[in-house]
């Protein structure tokens, strides 16, 4: 049995916390997409910890932890995780396995990135910079190296004509970078040996036997459904399925095979990197969700634009991934307003609509709001859904009915404790 954990719009919805909370219901953790361009947040017992590539279940006694095939790994950024980790005295080589088949990210990769963006001007993409899109490029192109390749003695061969490819690349984009490739090398050769001390799998057949065996296996996405590389806000996306259907591809699950689809969203909006945003707020409400929100990327500390829940696009994610149940975050960021916004349909060239159009930029669509009552009481200490002021209810109850899907989890705070079941 899988089910699945989805961000449903541009990300930084709070998988990390989620899962951390519903781990100790699986025996397995599985990460199917994206790379180190996630930043996962914790936080139980006072502490916070980031994790980017590494499943949300690290933290769990019980639970196995796999990176698939459909991941970028970083050996550079996962030697920093790994490292960061070591003070919490986990069974690391029993606990975390890595797919074979999943793509190595060079350090050339994240130059290529860079030099890609910089040649883009007003136009890019806002990307991370963690060379994640160039990975896919090469992992469809039929270039890349993968994880399995570093249990051969010839995987440097393979590393240099990649890399100098990748040079030869560089110098096309003609953009102004600064870097040190033997250095860079040296790094990744370290993050290397690091990674080659872990346990490599055949991660398919891992989950085919633990499937077999009725294990409970929960499939951990990153980003979001509208950073989809096919659904997504198109270029401004990530490169990769971000949605339901990436699960399948990057773990070797049968759509068959899934059962619960969790889909996560915040109370309001959050978007980091460019690219368009139709409720995105410049007022003094979108920086009171920003500071009360705490919204800077896990990642990359950039702040995130803030804006008003979008229920045309959520309903769309709804839909593309069949979820079957869903996740409020940060309901208690939007206590002390007044009025809550919700947009239920947009105004697109005219015309009311309340699907997604080919094109959201601003100067095609604009929100059409619905107007709901706020709620002052702060929500944070709460533990039970009978303590959820009413106006808060009614926003739950609205939501439901929109989207025709249960509100099963209310989150109240970063905290694994302040999480609220309905
Ligand atoms: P990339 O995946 O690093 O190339 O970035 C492409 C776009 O996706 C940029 O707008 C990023 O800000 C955004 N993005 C990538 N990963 C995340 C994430 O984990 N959370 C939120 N936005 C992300």
């Known amino acids: 049995m899988v089910d699945l954990l989805l961000g449903l719009q541009w990300g930084d919805e709070g998988k990390g916390k989620i899962v951390d909370v519903l781990t100790k219901e699986y ?3 599985a990460r199917f997409q994206g790379g180190p361009n996630a930043g996962h947040t914790l936080e ?32 550079v950024i996962f030697k920093r995780e790994l490292d960061n980790l070591q003070k919490f005295n986990i069974d690391i080589i029993s606990k975390l396995l890595i ?5 190595l990210i060079l350090p050339t990769h994240r130059l290529l990135d860079a030099a890609s963006e910089a ?37 440097k061969t393979k590393y240099r004509a990649l890399a100098d490819k990748h040079e030869a690349m560089i110098d096309f984009y003609n953009a102004e970078i600064e870097y040190n490739l033997p250095e860079l090398e040296a790094e990744f050769c370290e993050g290397v040996e690091t990674l080659k001390k872990l346990t490599f799998i055949d991660s398919e057949e891992y989950i085919f036997k633990a499937q077999a ?26 490169s990769s399925n971000t949605t339901a259907a990436g699960a399948c591809t990057g773990l070797g699950v049968a759509p068959n095979k899934i059962e619960k689809v969790l889909g996560i969203f915040k109370a309001y909006t959050t978007r980091v990197g460019s690219g368009p945003f139709p409720t995105e707020l410049f007022d003094e409400d979108g920086a009171t969700m920003g500071r009360v929100g705490n919204e800077f990327g896990a990642t990359t500390g950039r702040p995130r634009r803030c804006g008003w829940l979008d229920l045309v696009a959520l309903k769309y994610a709804v839909q593309i991934n069949g979820v ?31 699907h997604l159009p080919y094109n959201i930029e601003s100067e095609y669509v604009s929100p059409i709001y619905t107007e709901m009552k706020g709620w002052a009481k702060d929500l944070t200490k709460l533990t039970t859904a009978e303590e959820l002021p009413t106006a808060l209810n009614d926003y739950i109850t609205f939501l439901e ?12 705070g970063p905290d694994r404790l302040q999480t609220i079941r309905r």
């Not at 797919?99 to 793509?103: F, G, I, L, P």
């Not at 296996?217 to 401004?236: K, R, V």
């Not at 307003?337 to 015309?351: M, N, P, R, S, W």
């Open 27 to 29: 025996d397995i953790i």
């Open 44 to 75: 139980f017992d006072g502490i916070k910890h980031v994790l980017h590539t590494i499943p949300s279940g690290i933290f769990h006694k019980n639970a196995i932890n796999i990176v698939g095939n459909g991941v970028v790994i970083d050996p």
């Open 99 to 103: 797919s074979r088949k999943a793509h």
């Open 119 to 155: 040649s883009k001007g007003k136009a890019k993409i806002g990307s991370t910079l963690k060379g994640i899109g160039p990975t896919y490029m090469d992992k469809t192109g039929r270039n890349g190296m993968r994880v399995g390749d570093l249990e051969f003695d010839d995987w």
């Open 213 to 238: 065996e009725g294990k409970k296996i929960l499939a951990e996405g990153a980003q979001g459904s509208l950073l989809d590389i096919d659904f997504g806000t198109y270029p401004f996306v990530t």
């Open 324 to 354: 079957t149940e869903l996740m409020m975050m940060k309901a208690d960021v939007l206590s002390g307003f007044k009025t809550i916004k919700v947009c239920t349909a947009y105004d697109y060239k005219g015309e009311k609509i309340q």
């Open 401 to 412: 009915e929109q989207l025709q899907v249960p509100i099963k989890i209310v989150s109240v």
